[in-house]
């Protein structure tokens, strides 16, 4: 299956979308050593510890940028999502361009209720962010776009740092 914007990209894009959706998991390796770090993120969002949840969210980004050989990048954690009449930023990656590196931030605070977000969301939301970073650095693609290998890889990395969670979350 494909998006409908597919029909709107040009031939080259739509070469890197078919590419994109063609890989379909990432293999982490030593993935195990990760999820210790897991319930630690639990923990700290729980007590609404900024400082501390951006510090553990570099060692679990570090963790997988070294495993995978590929530039690191910087992580910044905000307070409360920017929003505006088309929703709520989750998360935003910005590839380095010319910069020292890649950056990626995320908002620990929902607009509406400025309630902490659920773990998962923001576990997923920081995998997402950092599959548009495998996107450039591991998978040399051009561009990256959001389809359904991307939302698989981004799968893939929720599963080998979090095995357990394999019953509770629907498969994309
Ligand atoms: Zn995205």
Redesign the pocket.
Known sequence: MVFSYYKKLYAAQKRIYRRSDSIISVSLPDAETLQQLIPVLTALLIEDDLVQVEDICRKITLGITSRLSIQPLRIKVLAVRPSASWGELHGL?EPANGRASAVITLWMRTAKQRRVVAFKSFLRTLL??LC?HLDYELYRLPD?F?TEGFYKRESSLFHQLMPEAQQSVPAE
């Open positions: 990656y997402h962010e548009h990256s959001h």
